[in-house]
């Protein structure tokens, strides 16, 4: 990678900064001490697009190379991001070890992995997971496993050391830092009027219809038709929805798109009234300033890692039990009726190696299920043919000292900018926000851009080089923090072409026709001796299918309940 040399804006006065480690950093960066332009390093880092490029041409070839070996196991997963993780997780509770997981990447974890920059600790993808309710018993159990959730005094409680630390999240708008992310500072009444306003409709379409995180706990038997309330909200766009409603305030609008582009990928134009509705009905609901609730919220996990550090605790056994194969790209999935088989490209060695077993979890992106698997069920190819992906970015910058701020509100974990000049812009978190440690040190500032709404995003993505991201990233983030180009030593930035499918209008009806679902006509009984139930997952007789687009959104409690079912559903 060539690196690429900047040239420092002006200075301009600085201001005291909100924390006193910040001050002191500062002091080296006063007008007649700029530091010289310093050459930035960086490169392309975590989703190896070409190795997933090559699997695509070999399979539009149609003809793919013999196996070099047959190796066999009791279940196959294809597919090692949250989903294939969990089912993996699943298995081992049911007393299944037998199986392998089989990875495209050199690590497992999907869109909710973490790496290194400078040798700090950073997310590649995910960043948080919110205190999951009761609805995710399943994740709520993972946690627990993970000595994160503990019961103590008869209530369930969360260790501090991984909840988010205070201040959590700040919003540059009009020129200075205001606590939280939704605008109120300097806001007229008819803005004011307008989130009263729409927290009463959310609050009104909560009570209407179910709305549950996973979203398959509110269609738990599979065989329910939606509701009338959700069927409505499915049929149009949120955009036309809060025209529909009167909701028409620019700062409201600005919001509920930013909330929409972080979880779905896409903005209120594209994604449905179900999905808006959706982000705040299922969690914490949405509170107006001054709401008497609007103190009682969901607590939020968070690493330096990210997710990453959920997915890394995910595999660390299956590493260790020998049944993770990373680099193994599969080609082809291939159902009988006596049993599955799998073929895989090892990258390593750059052999095919075919897996048999009696069955196969496809913890793929249904785009990738539909290619892989032979002469694979209509509900497959069609629910493919119905999802669209956003492209996403993260570039992670490395700074060698904090940054200088503008007034306001102090530094938050999440950081976000007010009508960001990026398109797709969703401002940045810390890396370093979670340390106890005071002093100042170098930090990773973790910046996100979602794609789904960038004309040619995906395109882009592949074409554009690295630097021209690692531009855009500084240069959006040069009016809050005027001397970042001083202070940012390398920029690694992460693509990831096809990082979650976006919830459309429709989508909502389509994957819940009850005819694709299967569940066992028994609980499953797991090593424990405990029996329990598996909601209804998109199956055929050998193949049981896991992954979050199969929920028309990617969070952690949509894919992780996904594979955890899929995975029991497999085990016997």
């Known amino acids: 990678m ?13 201001r005291q900064l909100l924390q006193a480690g910040a001050l002191l950093a500062a002091g080296a960066a006063l007008p007649g001490c700029e530091k010289a332009p310093r050459t930035l390093e960086g490169g392309f880092a975590g989703i190896d697009m070409e190795r997933g490029h090559a699997l695509r041409e070999m399979l539009q070839k149609g003809t793919l190379p013999e196996p070099a070996v047959v190796r066999r196991a009791q279940v196959i997963i294809a597919g090692g991001g949250v989903a294939g993780l969990a089912a993996a997780r699943a298995l081992r509770l ?21 790496g290194m920059v400078g040798g700090i600790a950073c997310p590649m993808g995910a960043h948080y997971l919110p205190v999951p309710g009761d609805d995710a018993s399943e994740v709520q159990d993972l946690l627990e496993e993970l000595g994160l959730r503990q019961r103590v ?5 969360y260790d501090e050391r991984h909840l988010c630390h205070s201040p959590q999240e700040r919003l540059y708008f009009q020129g200075e830092w205001q606590e939280g992310l939704l605008p109120v500072q300097g806001v007229g009444e008819a803005t004011l009027a307008q989130y009263r306003r729409f927290s009463e409709r959310v609050d009104a379409l909560s009570k209407a219809a179910r709305f549950t995180m996973p979203m398959s706990k509110a269609f738990a038997d599979g065989k329910r038709p939606l509701s009338p309330t959700h069927q409505a909200l499915d049929a149009l766009s949120f955009a036309a929805w809060l025209t529909q409603e009167g909701l028409d305030d620019a700062h409201l609008r600005w919001y509920l798109d930013y909330c929409c582009r972080d979880d ?4 209120t134009e594209r994604v449905s009234a179900w999905a808006g509705i959706h982000y705040f009905a299922s969690r914490h609901g949405f509170h107006a300033p001054g709401d008497t609730g609007s103190d009682d919220r969901e607590g939020v996990l968070t690493w330096p890692e990210g997710n990453g550090w959920l997915t890394q605790r995910l595999a660390v056994p299956l590493r260790e039990g020998g049944q993770l194969a990373t680099g193994s790209s599969v080609l082809r999935i291939t159902e009988g009726r006596h049993g599955v088989e799998v ?17 196969c979890v496809v913890a793929l992106p249904v785009f990738l299920a539909a290619r892989v698997v032979r002469n694979p069920p209509a509900f497959v190819t069609e629910t493919a043919k119905r999802l669209s992906w956003a492209p996403w970015l993260v570039a992670n910058i490395h700074i060698d000292a904090p940054l200088t701020d503008r007034a306001g509100a102090a530094p938050a974990w999440d950081n976000v900018l007010y009508a960001d000049a990026n398109p797709g812009g969703l401002g940045y978190v810390d890396a370093g926000h979670q340390r106890l440690d005071p002093r100042p040190a170098p930090t ?7 794609l789904g709404d960038v004309p040619d995003g995906r395109q882009q993505l592949a074409t554009q080089p690295w630097s021209h991201w690692a531009q855009a990233a500084l240069q959006a983030l040069t009016g809050p ?48 001796g405990e029996r329990v139930a598996v909601l209804p997952t998109p199956a055929t007789a050998r193949l049981a299918f896991a992954h979050s687009d199969w929920s028309g959104y990617s969070v952690f409690e949509e894919a992780f309940t996904r594979g955890h079912m899929a995975g029991l559903l497999a085990s016997g």
């Open 153 to 157: 005094a008869g209530r369930w409680r």
């Open 2 to 14: 060539s690196p690429v040399p900047l040239s420092s804006p002006p200075s301009p006065r600085r």
């Open 94 to 114: 049911a007393g299944v070890e037998d199986f392998a997981l089989l990875e495209l990447e050199d690590q497992a974890g999907g869109n909710s992995r973490g």
């Open 343 to 359: 073929d895989a490209l090892n990258h390593a060695s750059g052999n095919v190696e075919r897996w048999q077993a009696p069955r």
């Open 264 to 267: 779905y990928g896409a903005g």
């Open 444 to 450: 990773v500032l973790t910046y996100y851009q979602a």
């Open 481 to 528: 923090h005027p001397d970042l180009a001083q202070r940012a030593t390398r920029i690694d930035i992460t693509r990831y072409g096809h990082a979650m499918s976006i919830p459309t209008p429709g989508l909502l009806g389509w994957l819940h026709q009850p005819d694709r679902y299967k569940a066992p006509g028994r609980r499953v009984r797991l090593a424990s």
